[in-house]
């Protein structure tokens, strides 16, 4: 698979851009305003047509935005992502997954990839304990499940488990080593799939915001809240995931240890009824498809009764 | 539960049909979830219900459940004739 051209900070603050703009959010402003001095789009404005560079300065919705607006208005634009938290791995990655009507659409093709991507490690500071610990998820639910992925090839396995070796001594806060670690592990889950922790968080996200209005709930916080009760169903399911953890090299343990981490009872309860409403849509989810064990109807209980 | 019994439950299962919908003669362009995904969850399935993996070539040469019952039958799976 093709791969963005990774480029240190420095050389895109210095870079000489023609003819280019950036797209960030209205929160980023003041920290891009002072380190590049290029036009910034208005938080509604879509970028010109005629740009030669955009540089996309955001979390996974907006890079990913970013992307399908390139491929749909100017695919000959240098696309330029630089990520302002981990989780999402879009900077690396040919997928991209939009919010279209509450239902999450997900386009795939080398057109999706960015030319390049870039850590800026500031953008994470100040970011709360919350949305560090949900971004952690995020990259702990796109490891776990591409690893685990029915359709994953050895190669992307062997990539997989080293990252999952690398989470394994990471430690669940602000720390800038997990824009790199998520990059890899977004790029080896989209060489395979993702699985039931996904297939949960896309049926629930619009749901849970509809029924809640001006409550969080996003896409990082239902992984990370469903990867325990989602692994400890595969591992009740199917002896192959701690076939495959002995076969790389996996401490099982230590995966367990750290899932129960990001298990949040609170925010579960309040998923829990949307949940059962929508166990159908749930499983006819593409992701709940490829997961490692087949899931099944009767598996609700598993949820309802917290077997975990 | 015999293993025919399996199988039809399986194939509910994996395609989210109403039982009402399940017959032994079932093909797949009866079935709108018998898509690429459907026959990665179907071969999860087969692994997890009946031990066997089926290898992608066998995948793609099912076009319904009749098909399924002759690769299983040719690795010793027995269906009982009753199918």
């Known amino acids: ?308 | 539960m015999n293993n025919k019994e399996k199988l039809r439950d399986l194939l509910i299962d994996v395609f989210l049909l109403e039982d009402s919908e399940f017959h032994f003669d079932l093909k797949r362009e009866d079935v709108d979830t018998w898509d690429s995904l459907g026959v990665v969850s179907l071969a999860v399935g087969i692994q997890e219900t009946f031990g066997y993996h089926l290898e992608p070539e066998e995948a793609l040469t099912i076009s319904g459940v009749q098909d399924i019952i002759k690769i299983l039958e040719a690795k010793g799976i027995s269906f009982d004739g009753e199918t």
């Open chain 1, 1 to 308: 698979m093709e791969k963005p051209e990774v480029w240190p900070l420095e050389k895109l603050l210095t870079h000489a851009f023609e003819n280019a703009a950036i797209w960030t959010r209205p929160y980023l402003r003041q920290k891009v305003e002072g380190n590049l001095s290029l036009p910034i789009l208005k938080d509604d404005e879509e970028p010109s047509h005629n740009l030669d560079a955009l540089i996309v300065i955001g979390g996974g919705v907006l890079i990913d935005k970013a992307k399908v607006w390139r491929k749909e208005n100017n695919p000959m634009m240098q696309l330029i992502a630089v990520p302002s938290i981990w989780g999402s791995g879009a900077e690396n990655s040919p997928i991209a997954v939009l919010n279209e009507g509450g239902k999450k659409i997900i386009y795939i093709g080398p057109e999706f990839l960015p030319d390049v991507r870039v850590i800026w490690n500031e953008l994470a500071e100040g970011l709360s304990e919350d949305l560090v610990k949900y971004a952690c998820g995020d990259v702990w639910a796109h490891t776990l499940e591409g690893f685990l992925s029915p359709i994953a090839s050895d190669e992307v396995r062997n990539e997989l488990a080293g990252v999952i070796k690398i989470l394994e001594g990471l430690p669940i806060r602000n720390e800038p080593a997990w824009f790199e670690v998520s990059a890899q592990a977004c790029a080896g889950q989209a060489r395979s799939s993702v699985g039931l922790v996904h297939g949960i968080a896309h049926t629930l996200e619009g749901l849970l915001k509809k029924k809640y209005p001006g409550t969080y709930f996003g896409h990082a916080q239902l992984c990370a809240v469903y990867l325990w009760p989602v692994f400890s169903l595969n591992i009740k399911l199917t002896d192959k995931v701690y076939k495959l953890f002995n076969l790389y090299g996996i401490n099982k343990a230590k995966v367990i240890e750290i899932l129960k981490q990001f298990f949040d009872e609170p925010v579960y309860d309040i998923g829990l009824p949307v949940l059962q409403e929508n166990w159908r849509s749930v499983l006819r989810d593409p992701s709940s498809r490829t997961n490692c064990a087949l899931i099944r109807p009767d598996h609700l209980s598993h949820f309802t009764n917290k077997e975990f």
